[in-house]
């Protein structure tokens, strides 16, 4: 029982307490504004806690971790703009449900189940995390090939019935991540001689200039015709029953969060997209079609990116090998504080481990607490005139962009996105099957290579591996089903095996 | 509308160009305001952790305080250009590892330590060590080479991409011995325990401290230490003691130093030099170093680039034997390491 006196260390240390509730806050604001991410915050809190002691710096920089990710999905919501790659999927259903005037309901049910996600991570990372650490090292390059593929399926569902054109976004998308210097090989590609495009696109600048700047000019667009304002409806917290409803959708997308996050090649973006398209198939009667104010569409991908946080540790805390770029800098704070990151961690230091989980149920509580706190003042944004709100976002993206690496170039890329996903918007093109491509763009590109090159180039060998390694013939497996099961032909097999289920 | 779009324009040209604008810099009272510290690599990376925990030492001694800034990418020859492009006044100080030498050789950029920079210091180099996983039945370096010899092409060894510490220490093998391994490049250390540990890899070439830990649980077995002396820290046989012609290839391996631009004042360099070589004496960042496997060295001036002349040949010649570089060292001026004096 010694495990539970460590793990209530925070609850009853006041220091402790306080900077996870202070890191927590501060995390949902950092979040909520587009462009200054989790990374970037985490990364500032490693130097300026360098001389503090250990336990007190990883706190701040947990309750951070924590916020920063729910905070994201804020300004998703409110004005279609992710403030991380990771609330992508929250902007599909999130932004139209407060459109509709639904503003209150979507951040209130965002809150919930980012509390729910975040603690089923937690519990996974307390109760398993030896075995889903060797589950996700089995992860094999092929695996990961296989598992960008299956993202990338997601662009029927994110394309909003043209899936020519969401073909296409995918397409331009996967070119655009190729720019830059060569992975595997360190060749150029695309760079015509430039040091700066020898860097590539980050798919944070995509996704401002995407989502951020072309929704600005978007929106200017229409300021004229100044239509009637978004109604707002006062937040009514719904019956229990609704949320509870949502609980089992919640915990298996939350398990498939873990699961991505807790796999080295894969973070919070990819399970909140895994997340969002597994609702999108399994719910039988949303209130509204996914994409026009789904609210099981804002559930999903929130539970799911919030349970990526706890999977993310698992690999950092049992084997030194980090989950996602945040979990890189806690490896590096870790360091600084004179412990060794590795297979070791818990057997020398155990009671970290431990500390570790309870400032992850604290930061969870605080999430909740501060979240349905905040609602009150973040739903003010919805009624800002645009006159005024615009330019603000328009100065906060291009700080954004600039702040990520300093770099003008990035500010420019960031430019260029914006007028580029502007038109898009025009011309009916989604612009998320775009973000969906740089981000997995790479991924594809990196896990084929490298597992064609493990199979040392013989195509037989590279073959077979898809069939006989039992994650690699799941993977394969689901891929298969996913589009067989798009076929007509697969609705009559259906028809005929299930005829009385489909009658009822 | 308008009206208002161009102001927003003219708000963001502001605040940008006040991030840029430099202040005439007094030489005699340097340094009277904040330095810039540009680091090569990401947040949280080796080389990160070495340069913020000098820095902060640093600043101590300079009575100054350091702005760090990671402008990563390009295996790190985005921050060198940065830092070559900028005022050569002091104010810019440029944290990195050793890629710079192989630029030119690999076609990745101009910027080359030794001709662009001046070193203020060499901080410490880190040791590599050969890995296999617990179960190989490789038991001594020698046997993974004696099986590499007899089935040229059979084994995996992960590495780093082109240029990095594994391809490396794999050109050397090479060159000396004559074995060939199938090469899968991967994203650093971090993804080469995980490819080794999920059974991905047969071999590689990590960071002796990472690789330490996994060797206490049972994971990894390290097979030989790549330098030319035992180090009682690590229990492994030194690469030279097994194979003596490597003796010439070492000491090499991976190093973090501080540079600033070659036109950068004399008494500017002086008072850096001796800011830095206090700071890497501190005790505190001398057990930093040595829980990273690295070991201290703290050169500065002609020594360091000496120091570093020695590293560049082994790696760029290297590369070039075994067909990984687009140009010959010759062509900037690198002699073989047997040649130089």
């Not at chain 2, 208002?4 to 991030?19: E, F, M, Q, R, S």
Request: glycine letters at 12%.
């Amino acid at each position: 029982m010694e495990f539970l006196q460590q793990i209530l260390i925070p609850f009853f240390d006041w220091e402790l307490l306080i900077l996870v509730a202070a890191g927590t806050l501060a995390g949902i604001f950092i979040g909520a504004i587009p462009g200054l991410s989790v990374t970037m915050a985490v990364a500032l809190l490693l130097s300026l806690t360098y001389s503090w002691d250990m336990l007190p710096a990883l706190a701040l920089m947990l309750g951070v971790y924590y916020g920063g990710v729910y905070g994201g999905s804020r300004a998703a919501i409110l004005v279609n703009i992710p403030g991380s790659p990771a609330s992508v999927a929250t902007s599909l259903d999130g932004f139209p449900m407060s459109q509709k005037g639904e503003a209150g309901l979507a951040l209130f049910l965002t809150t919930i189940f980012s509390f729910v996600g975040g603690l089923v991570g937690v519990l996974v990372l307390a109760s398993a995390a030896p075995v889903v650490a060797s589950f996700a090292v089995q992860f094999a390059n092929r695996d990961y090939f296989l598992l960008a593929m299956l993202g990338l399926l997601l662009v029927g569902n994110l394309s909003n019935g043209t899936v020519a054109k969401g073909l296409f976004s995918a397409g331009a998308g996967i070119v655009i991540g190729l720019i830059g210097m060569d992975p595997i090989g360190g060749g150029s590609r695309f760079t015509f001689g430039s040091l700066q495009l020898m860097n590539g696109v980050d798919f944070i600048i995509a996704l401002l200039g995407l989502f951020g700047m072309s929704e600005i000019l978007y929106q200017m667009r229409e300021l004229k015709r100044q239509g009637k304002p978004v109604e707002f409806k006062k937040m009514i917290i719904p019956p229990l029953r609704f949320i509870l409803k949502f609980l089992p959708l919640s915990m298996r997308v939350s398990i498939l969060g873990v699961l991505t996050g807790a796999l080295p090649g894969a973070g919070g973006e990819i399970a909140a997209l895994l997340s969002y398209d597994h609702a999108k198939r399994s719910t039988k009667n949303p209130n509204r079609p996914f994409g026009e104010g789904a609210h099981a569409g804002v559930i999903a991908p929130e539970a799911g990116n919030s349970a990526a946080i706890g999977g993310a540790m698992i690999p950092m805390l049992t084997l030194g090998i980090p989950g996602d770029a945040v979990t890189a800098i806690f490896i590096g704070a870790l360091f600084i504080h004179g412990l060794q990151p590795g297979p070791m961690l818990m057997a020398q230091s155990g009671d970290l481990f431990w500390v570790m989980v309870g400032s992850s149920i604290l930061a969870n509580i605080f999430l909740l607490i501060f979240g349905l706190m905040v609602v009150s003042i973040f739903i003010r944004i919805v009624t800002v005139p645009k006159q005024i709100l615009l330019p603000i976002i328009a100065v906060i993206t291009v700080i954004g962009s600039y702040a990520m690496n300093y770099s003008l170039t990035d500010v420019y890329w960031m430019l260029g996105f914006g007028l580029i996903g502007f038109f898009m918007k025009v011309h009916n093109f989604s612009v998320a099957p775009l973000v969906l491509g740089i981000i997995l763009g790479p991924l594809i590109d990196t896990s084929f290579r490298r597992a064609y090159m493990s199979a040392n180039g013989s195509m037989p060998d590279f073959l077979t591996g898809f069939v006989t390694n039992p994650i690699s013939l799941i993977l394969t497996i689901v891929i298969a089903f996913t589009i067989f099961s798009q076929t007509p032909i697969y609705k009559k097999v259906k028809q005929k095996i299930l005829p009385k289920k489909q009658q009822t | 509308m308008k009206k208002l779009g161009l102001l927003t324009g003219v708000v963001v040209v502001g605040i940008l160009g006040a991030c840029e604008s430099s202040e005439t810099s007094g030489e005699s009272n340097y340094p009277s305001r904040d330095i810039n510290g540009i680091i090569q690599w990401g947040e949280g990376g080796a080389t990160d952790n070495v340069a913020r925990s000098l820095a902060i030492q640093a600043e101590d001694a300079l009575d100054a305080s350091f702005v760090m800034q990671n402008r990563e990418g390009a295996t790190g020859a985005i921050a060198t250009q940065y830092v070559y492009d900028q005022p050569a006044d002091g104010y810019s100080v440029l944290f990195g590892a050793e890629n710079p030498l192989i630029y030119n050789v690999l076609g990745i950029s101009e910027r080359d330590y030794i001709e662009d920079f001046y070193p203020v210091n060499i901080i410490g180099q880190g040791l590599a060590g050969i890995v296999v996983k617990d179960d190989s039945e490789f038991e001594t370096l020698e046997d993974l080479v004696e099986y590499a010899q007899e089935n040229p092409g059979d084994l995996t060894l992960g590495t780093s991409g082109e240029g990095g510490l594994p391809h490396v220490v794999a050109s050397m093998l090479s060159a000396e011995l004559g074995t060939e391994f199938n090469q899968v490049p991967y994203d650093g250390d971090g993804p080469l325990f995980t490819a080794m540990l999920g059974n991905q890899i047969d071999a590689t070439v990590v960071g002796v401290a990472g690789a330490q830990e996994y060797v206490e649980a049972g994971d990894i077995r390290m097979l030989s230490i790549v330098h030319n002396e035992e180090v009682d820290a690590w229990d492994a046989p030194a690469l030279s003691d097994i194979y003596p012609e490597f003796d010439k290839y070492l000491p090499w391996g991976p190093f973090y130093g501080a540079f600033v631009h070659p036109d950068t004042p004399d008494d500017i360099k002086s008072t850096l030099v001796d800011a830095f070589n206090e700071a890497v004496d501190e005790e505190s960042f001398q057990e930093l170093l040595s829980s990273l496997g690295a070991e201290p060295i703290n050169i500065s001036g002609d020594e360091a680039v000496e120091w570093m002349k020695q590293t560049q040949a082994v790696s760029a010649w290297l590369l070039y034997d075994a067909g990984a570089t687009e140009s010959s060292p010759e062509e900037f001026g690198i002699p073989r390491v047997e040649d130089l004096d």
